[in-house]
T-cell receptor, first 111, second 112 residues
Framework: QQKVQQSPESLSVPEGGMASLNCTSS?????YFWWYRQHSGEGPKALM?????GDKKEGRFTAHLNKASLHVSLHIRDSQPSDSALYFC???????????FGDGTQLVVKP | NSKVIQTPRYLVKGQGQKAKMRCIPE?????VFWYQQNKNNEFKFLIN????????QIDMTEKRFSAECPSNSPCSLEIQSSEAGDSALYLC??????????FGPGTRLTVL
């Protein structure tokens, strides 16, 4: 069973709009969560980490974690065409352990 | 920006051939990971090292995969006898302390 589930599989938003991505884990041992972004032809790059319940904001990006429900979300406000990419939710039990990735959300921001 | 270096960027092999790829982690990062990302963008963890020692690894079926991170040399991942199903993007990542994993651009392996 996939340990990290993401939704939606794909998302299209207009430039300047809000994009919301969701992620649910099935493993209560996960303590550390990340959002990664991958552009075509590149390796994934970490966007944000979130380790505590609540919201974490960095510029246009806000992550939310609810450990009780094992739910993580990412909200991108004022979306730009350059935000178009594959987004992955990732989780691990310990900070130096392997990361479990979700299947990804393909975000398209239309000018 | 990540400075994890992976070579080659593209690798084409015939079935049964050896395929070897290399990774230079970010300077000062003692922990190195290898992942396989298939055409459906699914990630599969392969192995990780702390300095030269293996921390975790999957049960690499048929033992066709081998990896090492020797001191003062690039880390490497080798597939002894490539199969069509091995075609994927192989990603190396490194980490220092309690931070996110920094990924290289990957080696795209195509097995004909």
């Amino acid at each position: 069973q996939q340990k990290v589930q993401q939704s939606p599989e794909s998302l299209s938003v207009p430039e300047g709009g809000m994009a919301s991505l969701n992620c649910t884990s099935s493993d209560r041992n996960f303590q550390y969560f990340w959002w990664y972004r991958q552009h075509s032809g590149e390796g994934p790059k970490a966007l944000m980490s979130i380790f505590s319940d609540g919201d974490k904001k960095e510029g246009r990006f806000t992550a939310h974690l609810n450990k009780a429900s094992l739910h993580v979300s990412l909200h991108i406000r004022d979306s730009q065409p350059s935000d178009s990419a594959l987004y992955f939710c990732a989780a691990s039990e310990h900070r130096h352990n392997r990361i479990f990735f979700g299947d990804g959300t393909q975000l398209v921001v239309k000018p | 920006n990540s400075k994890v270096i992976q070579t080659p960027r593209y690798l084409v092999k015939g079935q049964g051939q050896k395929a070897k790829m290399r990774c230079i982690p970010e300077k000062g990062h003692p922990v190195v990971f290898w992942y396989q990302q298939n055409k459906n963008n699914e990630f599969k963890f392969l192995i990780n090292f702390q300095n030269q020692e293996v921390l975790q690894q999957i049960d690499m079926t048929e033992k066709r995969f081998s990896a090492e991170c020797p001191s003062n040399s690039p880390c490497s991942l080798e597939i002894q006898s490539s199969e069509a199903g091995d075609s994927a993007l192989y990603l190396c990542a490194s980490i220092q302390g309690p931070a996110e994993q920094f990924f290289g651009p990957g080696t795209r392996l195509t097995v004909l």
